[in-house]
Every structure is written in C-alpha cells, then in structure tokens.
C-alpha cells in the first residue's frame, strides 16, 4: 500500500490550493479514505473523509464550507480542495485510508492504518 500526498505550497490567506493523493498497491474504490493535518507543536487532527464511494463526507468543523474532499476512482486518486485558506490551516496535510471495509467511524484518526508522507501547505497572512 502506498500513499502519495501532493499539491502543497505555499499560498496567501484568502487563496486556494487543491491536494491530491494517489494511491497504489491496493483496491482504492474498496476504502474510506481521509485527509488529516499537523500543525507545528499540535497534535495530529481529523479534516475531512470519504466513502468508498464518494456518497457520505465528513468534515471537520474547523473546515466545513471551505474544503471539499473528493476521490476519482478511475484514477485511484483523492483530492482535498482547499479554499478561503487561513494562517491556521497551515500544517503537514496527510492522507490515510481507513482500516475497516465499513469505513466507520470516519473521523476517528485511529480507524486509519496506512499513511502517505505528508505535504506541506504554508498560508500567510
């Protein structure tokens, strides 16, 4: 199983960046997959996920009306597109995919088993 997270940079408040992470190694279409992030001195928090797919979402509440999680299964591949960015979205964006078929709970950082290795999006302000 591999992870690829990508799309990271940095970008001013108020901008957009859209992340993309491509999987390989297993049945994408097959697993809930979510977008986590760590800020500098925090701890590792959940951002949004994503049904097998694409029927349910979840968000963090910190995000919800600003980002939008996405998948193309076709392309084994998710996206996190990130608007109205602020200084406290910067952090090291990681994506995961769920340890359980069911894909439930969707919000929980311990229901995901494989990790990519992170991008870095820096938002100034």
């Known amino acids: 199983v591999q992870l690829q997270a990508s799309g990271g940079g940095l970008v001013q408040a108020g901008g957009s960046l859209r992340l993309s992470c491509a999987a390989s190694?297993?049945?994408?279409?097959?697993?809930?997959m979510g977008w986590f992030r760590q800020a500098p001195g925090k701890e590792c928090e959940f951002v949004a996920a994503?049904?097998?797919?694409?029927?349910?979402?979840s968000y963090a509440d910190s995000v919800k009306g600003r980002f939008t999680i996405s998948r193309d299964n076709a392309k084994n591949t998710g996206y996190l597109q990130m608007n109205s960015l602020r200084s406290e979205d910067t952090a090291v964006y990681y994506c995961?995919?769920?340890?359980?078929?069911?894909?439930?709970?969707?919000?929980?950082?311990?229901?995901?088993?494989?990790w990519g290795q992170g991008t870095l999006v820096t938002v100034s302000s």
């Open positions: 190694g297993f049945t994408f279409s097959s697993w809930t």
């Open positions: 994503i049904s097998r797919r694409g029927g349910t979402t």
């Open positions: 995961a995919r769920h340890r359980l078929p069911t894909g439930q709970p969707m919000d929980e950082q311990a229901s995901y088993f494989y």
